[in-house]
């Protein structure tokens, strides 16, 4: 659908206040308001069970995280299970090895 034919109806239903409009980093954002949804059923003679799939509600349920430490985030805490000392070298993997500069061992 070519841009003008999206943007040109839609600035005459923001006219009508019956959309709401953000521009933002050159892209238009809109918004159906309540009175815009009731316009466009009657408009286009649309019976009153159809409404937008955003103000439908789910019928799944919701899944809940496992927790971490400090009762948020994953297990383990941050990174799946990784703290900084496996990152380093140590933790579950032996003991810490040796880098270079400041992470170097005293020579």
């Known amino acids: 659908v070519p841009t003008l034919q999206v943007i040109k109806p839609l600035q005459s239903l923001r006219s009508r206040e019956l959309?709401?409009?953000q521009y933002a980093w050159q892209h238009y954002y809109w918004y159906l308001k309540d009175e815009g949804i009731e316009y466009l059923r009657e408009y286009l003679n649309l019976p009153e069970e159809i409404v937008p799939a955003t103000l439908k509600k789910s019928t799944r349920p919701v899944e809940r995280?496992?927790?971490g430490p400090g009762g948020r985030g994953p297990p383990g805490?941050?990174?799946g299970g990784?703290?900084?000392?496996?990152?380093?070298g140590g933790g579950d993997r032996g003991p810490p090895r040796g880098g270079f500069g400041r992470?170097?061992?005293p020579a």
């Open 103 to 105: 992470g170097a061992p």
């Open 19 to 21: 959309v709401k409009e």
């Open 77 to 79: 805490g941050r990174g």
């Open 82 to 88: 990784f703290g900084r000392d496996s990152y380093r």
């Open 65 to 67: 995280r496992p927790e």
